[in-house]
């Protein structure tokens, strides 16, 4: 019988697909960019895979976070606006970001403090998952709230039994990913959203991670025709300098100017209580930043009401409104069921309903609880 929180754990586990065995019982993890090579009866950055005997152990079969949300609170724009994404996470996470929101999921077995995340851990089966998808009226099933790229054997499996059922899957992570986890995970997602956290390597290798294993993660993604949309935390005095906004814009725009560039507002979390909270005139200024860069489709979250034209998509050809949004919430849909503007036929890039007429609008713009 478990008696610790990790103990707990490691009975939820199973024998990982994304690994090599290396001499003397090590192997080395393909999960993230750190592709850690662990010993014998050690773990990897991550504290939720481990090495016993030989094999290496991944989480499975529970969930730690579950919860019914709007797809635009991933945030994805251009992603079946006003659909409900049935949303997944467990424990572990790849980086130790000290403003993390989710950080009692995420730090589990790194900061004792996180040890009562024990109490959210919940035994799933895919098919319970597809199961309160259509109970919550999701049409997308997302792995989130802690890095789901090192959790990716038991994200395949519920996405398997999602697509089955015609539901759309998608990845929200860090980005630090390698090209054997984005062949693995590929077949079953459609979207993938990155958290660019900053341009600075000194800054990247704070919160645990390589500037450049995330740039290459974003550029990979969208190489493989993934949707990709990508979001950049403003922090006060961490990476909201003009110099910096400009370096994350320029590098999306090359790698394509039909990417969404979210830049979102801070506020004081976990262990970073330092800087001010983010506020609209800040946001308008990294916004505008990407729309100068070339990128076509620039959006401020977090702070709804306050940030004007930047909540809403513009046809890029004609500069038509084709989707209205408060919030969470979508007030006007006018994207063609060929995923065309209305008024010129433009192709607005993006994963669109195939029906408009089912888009909900004016809806509650707020996660349900799923029981």
């Given at each position: 019988?478990?008696?610790?929180?990790?103990?707990?754990?490691?009975?939820?586990?199973?024998?990982?697909?994304?690994?090599?065995?290396?001499?003397?019982?090590?192997?080395?993890?393909?999960?993230?960019?750190?592709?850690?090579?662990?010993?014998?009866?050690?773990?990897?950055?991550?504290?939720?895979?481990?090495?016993?005997?030989?094999?290496?152990?991944?989480?499975?079969?529970?969930?730690?976070?579950?919860?019914?949300d709007p797809v635009e609170k991933k945030p994805f724009f251009h992603?079946?606006?006003?659909?409900?994404?049935?949303?997944?996470?467990?424990?572990?996470?790849?980086?130790?970001?000290?403003?993390?929101?989710?950080?009692?999921?995420?730090?589990?077995?790194?900061?004792?403090?996180?040890?009562?995340?024990?109490?959210?851990?919940?035994?799933?089966?895919?098919?319970?998952?597809?199961?309160?998808?259509?109970?919550?009226?999701?049409?997308?099933?997302?792995?989130?709230?802690?890095?789901?790229?090192?959790?990716?054997?038991?994200?395949?499996?519920?996405?398997?039994?999602?697509?089955?059922?015609?539901?759309?899957?998608?990845?929200?992570?860090?980005?630090?990913?390698?090209?054997?986890?984005?062949?693995?995970?590929?077949?079953?997602?459609?979207?993938?959203?990155?958290?660019?956290?900053?341009?600075?390597?000194?800054?990247?290798?704070?919160?645990?991670?390589?500037?450049?294993?995330?740039?290459?993660?974003?550029?990979?993604?969208?190489?493989?025709?993934?949707?990709?949309?990508?979001?950049?935390?403003?922090?006060?005095?961490?990476?909201?300098?003009?110099?910096?906004?400009?370096?994350?814009?320029?590098?999306?725009?090359?790698?394509?100017?039909?990417?969404?560039?979210?830049?979102?507002?801070?506020?004081?979390?976990?262990?970073?209580?330092?800087?001010?909270?983010?506020?609209?005139?800040?946001?308008?200024?990294?916004?505008?930043?990407?729309?100068?860069?070339?990128?076509?489709?620039?959006?401020?979250?977090?702070?709804?009401?306050?940030?004007?034209?930047?909540?809403?998509?513009?046809?890029?050809?004609?500069?038509?409104?084709?989707?209205?949004?408060?919030?969470?919430?979508?007030?006007?849909?006018?994207?063609?069921?060929?995923?065309?503007?209305?008024?010129?036929?433009?192709?607005?890039?993006?994963?669109?309903?195939?029906?408009?007429?089912?888009?909900?609008?004016?809806?509650?713009?707020?996660?349900?609880?799923?029981?």
């Open positions: 019988m478990a008696t610790s929180f990790g103990e707990l754990l490691d009975t939820l586990t199973v024998t990982g697909e994304l690994y090599e065995k290396l001499e003397d019982d090590a192997v080395r993890c393909f999960a993230c960019g750190h592709r850690c090579v662990i010993r014998a009866g050690k773990r990897g950055i991550c504290q939720v895979r481990f090495n016993e005997g030989g094999e290496l152990r991944v989480p499975h079969g529970y969930v730690a976070a579950l919860q019914s992603v079946m606006p006003g659909t409900n994404a049935l949303t997944f996470g467990m424990l572990g996470c790849d980086f130790h970001c000290g403003y993390c929101q989710n950080w009692l999921t995420s730090q589990a077995l790194r900061d004792p403090n996180s040890d009562v995340a024990a109490n959210l851990v919940r035994k799933m089966t895919p098919q319970e998952m597809v199961h309160l998808a259509h109970q919550t009226k999701a049409s997308v099933v997302v792995s989130s709230y802690n890095e789901p790229l090192i959790t990716s054997e038991w994200a395949v499996e519920i996405f398997k039994a999602a697509k089955a059922a015609g539901l759309m899957c998608a990845y929200v992570s860090n980005g630090n990913n390698t090209p054997e986890v984005m062949e693995y995970i590929r077949p079953y997602i459609s979207a993938y959203k990155v958290d660019l956290k900053c341009m600075q390597d000194k800054s990247y290798r704070k919160l645990g991670g390589v500037l450049q294993n995330t740039l290459d993660g974003i550029k990979r993604a969208h190489e493989m025709g993934l949707w990709v949309e990508i979001v950049t935390l403003t922090i006060p005095g961490f990476n909201d300098s003009t110099e910096e906004m400009w370096d994350a814009a320029r590098f999306i725009a090359g790698i394509s100017k039909d990417i969404p560039w979210h830049v979102t507002a801070f506020h004081k979390d976990y262990k970073m209580t330092d800087p001010d909270n983010t506020d609209a005139k800040t946001l308008l200024r990294a916004a505008e930043i990407g729309r100068e860069a070339g990128l076509r489709y620039v959006y401020a979250g977090n702070l709804p009401g306050q940030v004007g034209e930047y909540e809403d998509t513009f046809c890029a050809q004609c500069n038509c409104r084709l989707v209205r949004r408060s919030g969470y919430i979508i007030q006007e849909y006018h994207v063609t069921s060929n995923g065309t503007c209305p008024q010129c036929n433009t192709k607005v890039p993006g994963l669109w309903h195939n029906d408009p007429s089912k888009v909900v609008l004016n809806g509650l713009g707020m996660p349900l609880p799923v029981y």
